[in-house]
């Protein structure tokens, strides 16, 4: 095996000293040779008749060349000669600076590169994070960043608790055979995972371990080095390089682009898991206010939880994606919200209200809006609960709006709420029947209710979903969950 100081001090002799010894040797008349560390002739210039100095024999004068981390090599000539000593004593050492000069020149050029490279790397995950999307989404392009920065490593990440498994290969590297198997396996990259697990300790984190070792794969070993993902103090997967023994070993500045990409995948699992604590805070609390509500009056208590099941089968048929499912289950639990603020002997009051009375339960919608306003987070629900009370024929209130004028949460909202109105008990009336509600939401399509709400709520009336408004086949988001993003 090639030593790789000893040929790197050899290619810097032939490629940067040899005219200066041809000069040297012609100017003196004097045969030289540069030997390296285990005797070998490097590069030797025979003037004159003196002879040529090799490797065998004695020479007559030596002078060591020491480029300041031991011996490197040495300057060697046959003739012996007393005046030559000075001559290659300092002859070596001027080499032995120099090269030492262009080493020290060469790691500074190297940290800067690298430098440089953990810089773009820190621009380009600025440019890839989107603070609205999912964990997985960001942790995928902070993924393809990277490996586009080391070119030609394979880069692995895995999360166990979301259960994705990710890897990218940069453009310069044709995946071998045996890291071809390796992404192939998905098993063995999360056995790797358990391993992990079982093997840190206690303030790992603080030291920054790396951990690596070897896998074995139907056509060779390879080597990886992994760096745990640290959430709240707990691992929750890791980013790893891996390569093929035959391939270059891993450098320190891949390491450090490894420890950045982890440090950003950190950062961004640690901000997700606070912004799902402080959501479910959230919707608890709201949720409270709703329950708070209810439990005044046995006769309407669930019925905002009744609409908020019946709106998700809805917007779930309507293939809503999932941020707008999340908006629409806060509006619909929270739709009556702004009733805390009506006075208990209009709210309770057991028989029909009166106009004057009505007038003031008109208010709740508008009461609710100014209720969450202060509610930063809550922002995109506050058009469905001003608006579940208009008509689409532009008789509701509170603005009167018509036709699609009308929020789509606003418009969804109204049909659930219509058919629990409808099956629910009153102290003046007793519960209509499913069939009934059913009947009179056909009805008063294109008047009372938007007719493709009313169609979409009829397919679900006619699949059975309705009348037991579970998640089941429609999924939609269950109670207190929350979607990122």
């Given amino acids: 095996m090639t030593d790789p100081k000893r040929d790197d001090f050899a290619g810097f002799i032939r490629e940067g000293c040899a005219d200066l010894f041809s000069r040297l040797s012609e100017a003196v008349d004097v045969p030289l040779a540069v030997l ?42 046959r003739e012996n000669r007393k005046r030559l000593a000075p001559f290659l004593d ?45 964990f997985e ?53 999360k056995k790797i ?44 997967g890791y980013a790893g390089l891996f390569r093929t023994l035959s391939e270059s070993e891993l450098e320190t500045g891949e390491i450090r682009l490894l420890e950045g990409l ?63 499912i999340q908006d629409l ?8 919200v702004g009733k805390i603020a009506i006075n208990d002997k209009v709210l309770l009051k057991p028989g029909r209200l009166t106009d004057e009375e009505y007038e003031i339960v008109k208010t709740h919608p508008g009461a609710g809006v100014r209720m969450l306003e202060p509610i930063a987070q809550l922002s995109n629900i506050l058009p469905g609960i001003r608006h579940h009370h208009e008509r689409y024929d532009g ?20 049909v659930a709420d219509t058919y629990d109105a409808i099956t629910t008990a009153r102290p003046y009336r007793p519960a209509g029947s499913h069939e009934k509600a059913v009947d009179i939401i056909r009805s008063v399509a294109g008047t009372q209710l938007d007719p493709e709400m009313v169609r979409v709520f009829l397919e679900l009336a006619a699949d059975g979903a309705v009348e037991s408004p579970e998640p089941g086949g429609a999924q939609p988001v269950p109670i207190g969950g929350i979607h990122e993003g």
Wanted: aromatic share 8%; proline share 5%.
């Fill in 137 to 189: 989404g960001n942790a995928r392009r902070l993924l393809e960043e990277t490996a586009d920065i080391l070119e030609n490593r394979l880069l692995v990440q895995y999360f166990p608790r979301e259960d994705v498994l990710s890897w990218s290969a940069g453009p310069g590297l044709i995946l071998p055979e045996c890291l071809l198997w390796l992404t192939d396996n998905p098993n063995v990259l």
């Fill in 193 to 236: 995972y358990a391993d992990l697990a079982r093997d840190v300790k206690p303030g790992d984190a603080e030291r920054n371990v790396r951990f690596r070792n070897l896998v074995d794969s139907p056509y060779g070993r390879v080597e990886y080095v992994l760096i745990p993902l640290w959430v709240q103090s707990e691992v929750a």
């Fill in 36 to 77: 390296d560390a285990d005797g070998d002739v490097i590069l030797s210039f025979p003037r004159g008749g003196a002879g040529t100095p090799a490797a065998a024999g004695a020479p007559g004068s030596v002078a060591t060349i020491d480029g300041g981390e031991g011996t490197l090599g040495s300057v060697v000539t």
């Fill in 90 to 134: 300092s002859l070596a050492g001027v080499v032995g600076e120099r090269y030492g000069l262009e080493r020290e020149i060469q790691r500074m050029t190297d940290d800067l590169a690298q430098s440089y490279d953990q810089v773009d790397l820190l621009y380009r995950f600025a440019r890839v994070i989107r603070p609205n999307d999912s």
């Fill in 395 to 414: 008789r509701g209130y509170p603005d009167g709006l018509a036709g699609e004028k009308i929020p789509l949460d606003g418009r969804i909202i109204a």
């Fill in 262 to 324: 982890v440090a950003e995948l950190s950062n961004t699992a640690t901000t997700r898991e606070l912004y799902m604590e402080l959501r479910q805070l959230l919707f608890n609390v709201v949720r409270s206010l709703v329950n708070t509500i209810e439990a005044k009056d046995e006769y309407t208590r669930g019925h905002s939880e009744r609409v908020f099941r019946i709106s998700l089968l809805i917007g779930n048929r309507l293939g809503f994606p999932a941020p707008r």
């Fill in 329 to 336: 289950s806060w509006a619909a639990l929270l739709h009556d």
